[in-house]
């Protein structure tokens, strides 16, 4: 059974004294998990610390991005092989506010992905339209055009063991959730597409959602198993409202396996 993968993309929020008052807390939930697994994603300067931390846990470490090269003369930036070295598991590509913030186009994205997965990481691949390309009835061509940016630079195998995320980017931090009936026909509409080049590798990609997810809004999230995960922005950093999140995915989960 693949596990309902829940990542806290702290943002660029956090200090230890956050850590130091959280981690335990949100410890004891993860041993109480049969459903869902845990990743944290912290900015860069914390992830050895939370490493250490959660050490004999099961909850996993994210990056929130990484560069295209290797080493060498490239101030400021953070390889791949760092992140291994510093024991994280995923790597966020292509989040919007990269993509909106810091000019990250659709093939540096791909250059990303394929790194990433070539260098033995997990790529969560976010995908998702503005609120301007949602009117035009733009979302799939949106979300095929950067699956099909990666297939331009490697193959569909590419895709084997990654994560796809859709955030609609008007969803982000908006307070807005997508609808599931529109989230389950982007999802389809991609496992369709990617069923087409390869009839092996769906079952081994991961789709999850983000964009405003709460406490009060997930219930019909898991009316039928459409989606393995949330990227979960906001609520992560509030402990109380995420520890009551993550309570209630696990019901709603268990309770779903039940019926
Ligand atoms: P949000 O962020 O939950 O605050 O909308 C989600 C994300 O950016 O991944």
Redesign the pocket.
Known sequence: MKKFLI?A?W?LNGSYNFIDKNLNIIKKINNSLNYCQLSISPPYVYLNYINNLIKNTSISLTAQNVDIHLKGSFTGEISVNMLKDIGVKYV?IG???RRIYHNEDIDLISKKFVLVKKYGLIPIL?IGETAEQKKNKLTEKICINQINSILKISNIKIFNNTII?Y?PIW?????KIADINEVKKIILFIKKYIFSLNKEIIKNIYFQY?????FFNINHFFTKKYING???????LTIKDFVLLIEKIEKSLYLLNRS
């Open positions: 990542i993309n943002k966020i989040h919007s506010e976010c995320a955030e969803a982000i931090g908006s307070g983000g964009g405003s997810v709460n949330f990227l979960i922005g906001k609520v992560s």
